[in-house]
């Protein structure tokens, strides 16, 4: 079994997946997604537990934060734990930032593990391309809220803690997203000097990627802003919940592969040393 092409073939049954939202109707995909979004999360970050179990030292730590990343995710697609977090009362935005703070860094642990990994350290010219776009729309996603928020600050007088934490994590999302992009780009370089495939822990960082950025793209390509898009958007059968639940499969299917990867390319070796066998006698 070729495991790229299985990745691919996997990644569009995962198209079809997500697509599903886009012809449901609307109270039907709310129901979908709302257990497809933290589903996909959860069964990524089993498959997360079970990738590091093949690996060891930093490789192994990885795939242990990004499990841990997941699962976190996981939590904040789980409406009645976001309820029980109400109990805070005012509290409540001061929780929410701390646990996306507490989310982030193990994203940020997960990639700092990966970059001790690899030895080269030099981004090729096609590298650099994809940092420099990805760090334009990095920087449209934190500018394009700013007018909004100094209004409110200077015009309004108003800046709940709300208010700048949804900017705070705005920012943070901007910052790991671009911070991504060089990891992927060592640790495929790295691979290929070595040898080793590269394109299942692309996929996962890519679903990674666009669950970061969905949101924001929807809310520029639209004009909508971001607290709108969420209360008249999101679980309601839209693009952005198939771009979603598309981001979360992307993950979980490229770590079911990258786990499967070894075995069956094994196989392979199997079966053409099988044929040589079968030729020679």
């Known amino acids: 079994m070729n495991p790229r092409l299985v990745l691919k073939v996997m990644i569009l049954f995962m198209v079809l997946f997500a697509l599903i939202c886009l012809i449901l109707p609307v109270t039907i995909a709310s129901g979908y997604t709302k257990v497809m979004h933290p589903l996909a999360l959860l069964i990524g970050a089993v498959l997360s537990q079970r990738v590091a179990s093949i690996y060891q030292s930093e490789l192994r730590k990885a795939f242990i934060f990004l499990s841990l990343f997941l699962f976190l995710m996981m939590l904040a697609h789980i409406d009645p734990f976001m309820a029980l977090l109400g109990i805070f009362g005012d509290l409540f935005p001061l929780v929410v930032l701390i646990m996306q703070w507490l989310t982030y860094a193990m994203l940020v642990l997960c990639s700092l593990s990966v970059l001790k990994v690899t030895e080269l350290r030099e981004i090729s010219k096609t590298g650099g391309i994809a940092i420099a776009v990805v760090s334009?729309?990095?920087?449209?996603?934190?500018?394009?809220?700013?007018?909004?928020?100094?209004?409110?600050?200077?015009?309004?007088?108003?800046?709940?803690?709300?208010?700048?934490?949804?900017?705070?994590?705005?920012?943070?999302?901007?910052?790991?997203?671009?911070?991504?992009?060089?990891?992927?780009?060592?640790?495929?370089?790295?691979?290929?000097?070595?040898?080793?495939?590269?394109?299942?822990?692309?996929?996962?960082?890519?679903?990674?990627?666009?669950?970061?950025?969905?949101?924001?793209?929807?809310?520029?390509?639209?004009?909508?802003?971001?607290?709108?898009v969420k209360q008249e958007v999101y679980h309601t059968g839209s693009i952005l919940d198939a771009l979603y639940l598309f981001s979360y499969l992307i993950i979980a299917t490229g770590l079911y592969v990258h786990r499967r990867y070894d075995e069956w390319g094994f196989a392979l070796i199997e079966q053409a040393l099988g044929r040589v066998n079968e030729h020679e006698s």
């Open 136 to 228: 334009v729309i990095g920087i449209l996603i934190v500018t394009y809220h700013i007018p909004s928020l100094l209004q409110q600050i200077f015009v309004f007088h108003y800046a709940a803690v709300y208010t700048l934490s949804l900017l705070l994590i705005r920012i943070a999302d901007a910052a790991i997203v671009i911070m991504l992009v060089p990891v992927v780009i060592l640790y495929a370089q790295q691979m290929k000097v070595e040898g080793r495939e590269s394109i299942t822990f692309t996929a996962i960082i890519g679903g990674i990627i666009l669950s970061l950025t969905a949101a924001y793209v929807y809310e520029i390509g639209l004009g909508m802003p971001l607290q709108l």
